[in-house]
């Protein structure tokens, strides 16, 4: 078991292919290489907003947001407090997020094995790109040998960067994101007593999950067997596990060689679950 607190976690201003300051906390990290490699963080937008044109990727993404409204496609947006699905192969954007806009945010390697570039690995793309061309309303944009101009997405090209090879997408399985308001779900008792669960929905043929997990206080949460990994963040309360006491924005990384692992509440609390592909 992995845990990272936002007050420890590790900082950073990502996007450099984008316009804008977006400042995250990089709470948990998976394994480069592997399919379901990821990243879980929490970002703020910064002064004067942030933008990225219509894009995809080859890799899936689940947003959560906690604070504010984040307009993710020309006319459409997640009101706070709404979870997103972005599958991999499927187009979003143009985004113009407004400063203050406060998102959980796990970026990972989708049901077609692609996989996911890690914060470090884009970024020293970026760098190296920055060399011979420039970025510029997320477009990158460089002169060949012949003087020749070539725009290419920001995203596409930094992933070039680092692997050596254009991305390639699988066949989008789904037409669209997937918007999903937690409010309108009911909230179902579990085995544990005085603990809840929300599952908000299930994506793919490998399983990918979320929802919500409700503890009262003094009750205690038995997280007994997972085929996958299986990511918690902490979006109120405050619980004990293994003796020591974590509060908001805290987050847990449970893989299927954990066990069992207790989550005794302190008051009440509310945890935020996302379950990554099993492969």
């Given at each position: 078991m992995k845990i990272s607190e936002k007050a420890t976690a590790e900082s950073g201003i990502v996007g450099t292919m984008r316009e804008g300051v977006l400042a995250q906390k990089f709470l948990l990290t998976g394994k480069n290489g592997s399919p379901n490699n990821y990243l879980l963080n929490v970002g703020r937008?910064?002064?004067?907003?942030?933008?990225?044109?219509?894009?995809?990727?080859?890799?899936?993404?689940?947003?959560?947001?906690?604070?504010?409204?984040?307009?993710?496609?020309?006319?459409?947006?997640?009101?706070?407090?709404?979870?997103?699905y972005f599958p991999e192969s499927v187009h979003y954007g143009p985004q113009d997020r407004p400063e203050g806009l406060e998102m959980v945010v796990c970026q990972f390697g989708g049901a077609s094995g692609h996989g996911f570039l890690s914060v470090e690995e884009r970024e020293a793309a970026n760098i190296e790109l920055a060399k011979i061309g420039e970025f510029k309303n997320g477009i990158f944009t460089y002169y060949d040998e012949s003087g020749k101009r070539h725009n290419q997405d920001?995203?596409?090209?930094?992933?070039?960067?680092?692997?050596?090879?254009?991305?390639?997408?699988?066949?989008?399985?789904y037409d669209d994101l997937i918007m999903m308001n937690p409010s309108n779900y009911e909230w179902i008792s579990t085995e544990d007593t005085g603990v809840f669960r929300k599952d908000l929905g299930s994506f793919t043929e490998r399983n990918t999950g979320v929802g919500f997990i409700r503890l009262e206080a003094d009750a205690?949460?038995?997280?007994r067997s997972r085929d996958s990994i299986e990511l918690l963040f902490i979006s109120q309360g405050r619980v004990e596990v293994g003796g020591q006491e974590y509060g908001p924005h805290s987050a847990f990384e449970l893989t299927p060689e954990d066990g069992c692992v207790r989550f005794?509440?302190?008051?009440?609390?509310?945890?935020?679950?996302?379950?990554?592909p099993k492969f």
């Open positions: 937008t910064g002064a004067g907003g942030w933008t990225a044109p219509r894009h995809r990727h080859n890799f899936d993404q689940i947003r959560y947001v906690l604070r504010g409204n984040y307009p993710y496609a020309k006319g459409r947006s997640m009101p706070e407090g709404w979870v997103g920001g995203s596409e090209a930094c992933f070039e960067k680092a692997m050596g090879r254009k991305p390639t997408y699988s066949r989008p399985r205690t949460y038995h997280d005794a509440a302190r008051e009440e609390t509310e945890v935020f679950r996302i379950k990554l």
